[in-house]
């Protein structure tokens, strides 16, 4: 029974093409103060656009209705649970909008001279403290745009760090499990890209990482928690394994929801990591970004820092970019400063007796929720959840159902699906983080839900195969979408 | 919950954890404080800052980051729960008011910029400026890229950032002292039958608008792409755009925020449809539902790295989806005649402040100029000026040591003739 | 299913000589694990291709699947008919959805690839 979710129409809303019409205005600019300047004169005749054609025309009230009704169509955290793994879709607590919006965090200039801009530089300074509290690492650049952006970075302080003592090395070690921006990242550092299988118990497969260490590697790229939610119990003797042989150890770090105040990566041998700052932070997700990837790392690392690193000269902050082993920038300007505002909010907000407790709650709700779905999904690696758990479809595909049709029928209940087909060593996965957010009532409702379709798929598999049924529209034909790609509105 | 789990405290969820990785003490953070006090706290820090906008400081920087007004709207739509709390739209069916959103975006980009193609949005205009070289690298097989000096100098140091391991040969070539202009001389030597792409940036970084269908006709002679790039994203109201170009990137947060100390923005990269498979990013396509009916979502997914892995066009995963919609409403609110409107009234600024001063170069320019001061030195000028709550422009010798004494200029719509006449007072 | 005239590898590939050039494709097997193909990467002519190695790359919404030539040698034809209808390679896999013409450069290498019978055991094992 679907407890979560009645039907309700939705408004229909063309595109905003389709609502524009010659000379509706949705704006109005102050007065001109001085004269205007004839464009085609100043910047000559070939310069100037006639006009801009087919661009939209449209009243303030289309505006206001159009995104209102496309809103509508869309689920959102603040609506319930999205199980998604590894995404931490935690609550955005508003407060860290307010925060961002004060107009002396909004509307300040980067290149404000340093003794204008104190204010900005002391929450950099404020954030980057309490995430090496969080980290245990040695230093930290706040400037990487997303997690890939940190990974990026990080690989790249690697290589720095190696070629300074002669051989920046040839590839990188990556689990199988790993999360696909990982060999990404690595490829477009130089590296190559080396498999490591997992081992029995879903883990880094120690004796298969013995073997493969060699003064050709460069590092290892480990995500701990793993992808499978599972902490990695030999993750200081990897760390040891990969020291040994002068290799550096990569720490992805879109799990920490699972450590925060419980574990610290810099006292498990890690040498450089990223943090999800939209992930483990709070900061919204916004329907794809943005993001912040601060990178952290252990004291042997901060010569290659991105520059402009934060320094305390004279009392006063100012921007340092006098770093001559610095990898360079990895972008302009200093950071996602607003992101920042944000996860300092957050920390702010719970403290450092919070944070723990925060984590704790994490990994209660993911393990409830294993307990709740064991009996009726197959769970295919037997070791302690952290604040994850994934299944399998194994029993429901025996009858013709896979990980992805439940997630579709599971929307009908009134959820956004879990992560389906990830991580990539577990056929058919189910990927569940429910996150701290999450109350008991919420779980219970989505245990209900993921009950229900195991017991509709025995009885009832046509309902599930055909789903989703009740959303705005049927299953989205992407086989076409991607034959014959259509990426923008034409006339006619 | 504990009954149900089987454990008796919640401390056993972690007891299987080494015990040499347990954190046992205190994070050195403060205990957890009330909005009240977390409010208090960033107003604090802001009254630390020189505030611009509104009845703070004016602000005559633009340098690749600009103020303009913020249509009410934009944040009040952003602000929805169904726009700021969702997720990537993987799962279509529940996503549609962001993808279709999305789809408008990109036919807006397509329409400004005069590409075929455009992305979902990139980091920004930097990270998007390395990421077209690559998309030239990829389409052409060549390794080289040849980048204007005139480019902005972070955009080009991210570049070097980003090329330093992939055996891509860098190069650059500068600009007409007189006009700050592109040397074409300069860039005719400079080409070979290496290059794969030729960068350039218009309006450039000393708000100089460049003659693209020369670089065009060059670029292609020698059998390289074109990558235009912009940074003011308000001169595409007016300019005419580089429809002869093969690849476009560009930053939005003229669109979309304020100056927020640097981020988070918005890049885009636009192309012709023949580099549609190379374009990193996201793309919303158009496509039919089971029912027949229209509907959106994410495609050509396989360029990307959650499927190609290290064979990916980039490892962009969380891109700038909020930061897009801002922009997309901005463009909404002030729609076609809006953008034009908005254009000149920045074209006639700048126009009157530079006719009271000195302008460096001689060539046409939007809203930004670069001016020489010769009485007194900048430092001085932006000292006095500070006096007067007005953050004046930036000093060029850090970036081109040759042009001495100069300072880049920006005004915008929201820039006073009153604050623009004590500018060009304390230059006298 | 499986022409006799045909010779199939581990990784689902079938190649039929005639006149020292091979025919490559994919296997009706390996379109129906792969499901709708969206896109297909031939090689370009003139490109040299070593048995085992990556020569094409098919895709399928969700997935990228590199496809082995199962022989080596020249590229002298591919098969653009695949750039516009991509089905071709789900409706007629050992036919029309054919991905290049290889010059052989190494026949020998034939007699180690499996025959019609060879191959529908292997299948029935997996």
């Known amino acids: ?492 | 919950m504990l009954d149900t789990i089987g454990l008796s405290k919640i401390e056993d969820l972690v007891a299987h954890l080494p015990a040499a990785v347990r954190f046992k003490s205190q994070l050195a953070i403060q205990p957890g404080r009330s909005e009240y006090d977390i409010l208090d706290y960033f107003k604090a820090r802001g009254a630390e800052n020189a505030v611009g906008g509104g009845n703070g400081y004016s602000c005559f920087l633009g340098a690749g980051v600009y103020n303009h007004y913020r249509p009410v709207l934009v944040d009040t739509i952003v602000s929805r729960s169904e726009f700021l709390t969702s997720y990537t739209p993987y799962q279509a069916e529940i996503s549609q008011g962001t993808l279709t959103a999305i789809f408008e975006f990109q036919s807006m980009i397509c329409q400004l910029t005069g590409m075929d193609v455009a992305n979902a949005s990139m980091y920004d205009a930097s990270t998007a400026v390395p990421e077209a070289a690559m998309m030239a690298i990829r389409a052409t097989g060549r390794s080289n890229i040849l980048t204007a000096r005139s480019v902005h100098p972070e955009y080009r140091e991210v570049l070097q950032t980003y090329t330093q391991h992939q055996g891509i040969p860098l190069a650059e070539f500068g600009y007409d002292a007189e006009t700050g202009q592109l040397d074409i001389a300069a860039l005719k030597s400079s080409i070979t039958k290496d290059t794969a792409a030729v960068i350039i940036q218009t309006p450039n970084f000393f708000g100089i608008v460049e003659d693209v269908k020369q670089a065009v006709a060059i670029a292609h002679e020698h059998g390289a792409l074109l990558v235009v790039v912009f940074s003011e994203a308000v001169s595409l109201g007016l300019l005419e755009p580089p429809r002869d170009a093969d690849i476009v990137a560009g930053e939005l947060q003229s669109f979309a925020l304020p100056p927020s100390y640097g981020g988070p923005f918005a890049g885009v990269i636009a192309c012709k449809e023949k580099l549609i498979r190379q374009i990193p990013g996201r793309l919303a396509g158009e496509t039919k539902d089971a029912n027949g009916n229209r509907a959106f979502c994410l495609t050509l997914a396989t360029r990307e790295q959650h499927i190609r892995r290290e064979k990916a066009t980039s490892n962009i995963c969380t891109n700038q989806a909020l930061i897009a919609l801002m922009a997309t409403v901005f463009l909404s609110v002030y729609g076609k005649e809006g953008l034009r409107e908005l254009a000149v009234q920045n074209l006639s600024k700048a126009h009157y402040l530079a006719d009271k001063l000195k302008p460096r170069f001689s060539g046409p320019f939007f809203n930004e100029f670069v001016a020489q001061a010769d009485a007194k030195s900048v430092a001085d000028i932006n000292r006095a000026l500070e006096t007067k709550k007005i953050i004046g422009g930036l000093a060029l010798e850090k970036f081109y040591p040759e042009l001495k004494n100069t300072m880049l200029l920006c005004c915008t719509e929201m820039t006073r003739k009153t604050q623009m006449d004590q500018v060009a007072e304390v230059f006298a | 299913m499986y022409p006799d005239s045909y010779r199939y590898t581990k990784e689902h590939e079938w190649v039929h000589v005639e006149n020292g050039i091979g025919t490559i494709g994919i296997t009706d097997h390996a379109q129906h694990e792969l499901g709708d193909i969206v896109y297909v990467e031939v090689p370009k002519v003139g490109t040299h291709v070593e048995q085992g190695k990556t020569f094409a790359v098919v895709e399928s919404v969700k997935a990228a699947s590199e496809i082995f030539a199962p022989v080596s040698g020249e590229v002298i034809e591919s098969n653009d008919a695949l750039t516009a209808t991509p089905e071709l390679l789900n409706s007629d896999a050992h036919s029309a959805g054919w991905i290049a013409k290889i010059k052989l450069s190494v026949p020998e290498e034939i007699d180690r690839l499996l025959s019609p019978t060879d191959y529908q055991a292997y299948l029935g094992e997996g």
């Open chain 1, 1 to 492: 029974m679907i407890k979560k979710v009645r039907p309700h129409p939705s408004q229909n809303e063309p595109l905003l093409y389709e609502l524009s019409s010659p000379g509706k205005k949705g704006y109005q600019l102050p007065d001109l103060d001085v004269p205007t300047i004839d464009a085609a004169e100043a910047l000559g005749a070939g310069n100037t656009r006639i006009t801009i054609d087919d661009f939209p025309e449209v009243s303030e009230v289309d505006v206001i209705r159009h995104f209102t009704r496309l809103s509508t169509w869309n689920y959102a955290i603040d609506l319930g649970l999205y199980p998604l793994g590894s995404c931490t879709m935690k609550y955005n607590p508003r407060i860290n909008e307010q925060a961002a919006r004060v107009e002396g965090m909004a509307w300040i200039h980067p290149y404000q001279p340093d003794s204008l801009s104190q204010g900005a530089m002391q929450v950099i300074s404020e954030l980057e403290r309490c995430l090496l509290q969080i980290t245990g690492m040695d230093a930290i650049t706040l400037q990487p745009a997303a997690g890939a952006h940190g990974e990026f970075t990080g690989i790249l302080m690697i290589h720095a760090a190696l070629a300074a003592k002669g051989n920046p090395r040839k590839k990188i070690l990556i689990p199988d499990s790993a999360h696909g921006t990982n060999p990404a990242t690595a490829h477009m550092a130089g590296y190559a890209v080396e498999n490591i299988p997992s081992n029995a118990r879903g883990m880094v497969d120690v004796e298969a990482l013995t073997r493969a260490v060699n003064e050709d590697v460069a590092g290892m790229m480990v995500t701990n928690p793993n992808t499978l939610g599972v902490f990695e119990e030999n993750i200081s003797q990897v760390a040891d394994i990969l020291h040994a042989k002068g290799a550096l150890l990569y720490m992805d770090g879109a799990n920490m929801n699972a450590l925060a105040g419980l574990s610290r990566p810099g006292d498990f041998g890690v040498d450089v990591m990223h943090l999800n700052l939209h992930k483990t932070f709070s900061t919204p997700h916004g329907g794809g970004g943005p993001g912040s990837g601060p990178v952290a790392v252990k004291q042997h690392l901060e010569p290659y820092l991105p520059i402009p690193r934060l320094a305390r000269v004279n009392d006063q902050w100012t921007w340092n970019y006098d770093r001559p082993q610095s990898v360079g920038r990895v972008r302009a300007f200093y950071g996602n400063f607003g992101v920042l505002v944000r996860a300092l909010a957050y920390i702010m907000a719970h403290g450092g007796d919070g944070l723990p407790r925060a984590t704790f709650d994490a990994l209660l709700n993911a393990n409830y929720i294993r307990k709740l779905l064991e009996p009726y999904y197959d769970m295919p690696y037997n070791e302690p959840s952290m604040h994850e758990c994934v299944f399998s479809d194994a029993r429901q595909s025996k009858l013709g159902i896979d990980t992805m049709t439940i997630a579709k029928r599971l929307i009908d209940y009134g959820f956004h699906p879990y992560t389906v087909a990830f991580p990539l060593i577990v056929k058919g996965a189910l990927m569940i983080e429910p996150t701290e957010t999450e109350s008991k009532r919420e779980l219970d409702l989505f245990a209900d839900a993921m009950i229900s379709i195991a017991k509709e798929i025995e009885e009832t598999p046509d309902l599930v195969k055909t789903a989703p049924h009740t959303t705005r529209t049927a299953r989205v034909d992407e086989v076409t979408a991607a034959r014959k790609p259509i990426v923008r509105w034409k006339r006619g």
